[in-house]
């Protein structure tokens, strides 16, 4: 019902700067709370940053005053700006989105993800 394409991962050296993208589609009425998460190797997966409908953002300590989350609800699409990014940056970054459908019921959808590398 909703597919989530993510993009923009790669490799980086330390204090450079990548932008990921995450486009939704498909029978989408409303997209609701938006967020990036992160799952570093041999760790769990925790939040990066989320941003609600209106536009309230919300970010993980580790990341606040690099990263930036914003969204185009036009295009459906949710990007992070990663600034100064630090080998610890290094992980599988995965979009989620909830979404109204046009149903009207109400979903979460995962992107596959993909991996940003930070070397030093």
């Known amino acids: 019902q909703v597919q989530l394409v993510e993009s923009g991962g790669g490799l980086v050296q330390a204090g450079g700067s990548l932008r990921l993208s995450c486009a939704a589609s498909g029978s989408i009425f409303r997209l609701n709370v938006m967020g990036w998460y992160r799952q570093p190797p041999g760790k769990q997966r925790e939040l990066v940053a989320s941003?609600?409908?209106?536009?309230?953002?919300n970010y993980a300590d580790s990341v606040k005053g690099r990263f930036t989350i914003s969204a185009d609800n036009a295009k459906n699409t949710v990007y992070l700006q990663m600034n100064s990014l630090k080998p610890e940056d290094t992980a599988v970054y995965y979009c989620k989105v909830g979404v109204t459908l046009v149903s009207r019921a109400s979903v979460d959808s995962w992107g596959k993800g993909t991996l940003v590398t930070v070397s030093s």
């Open positions: 941003i609600s409908s209106g536009g309230t953002t």
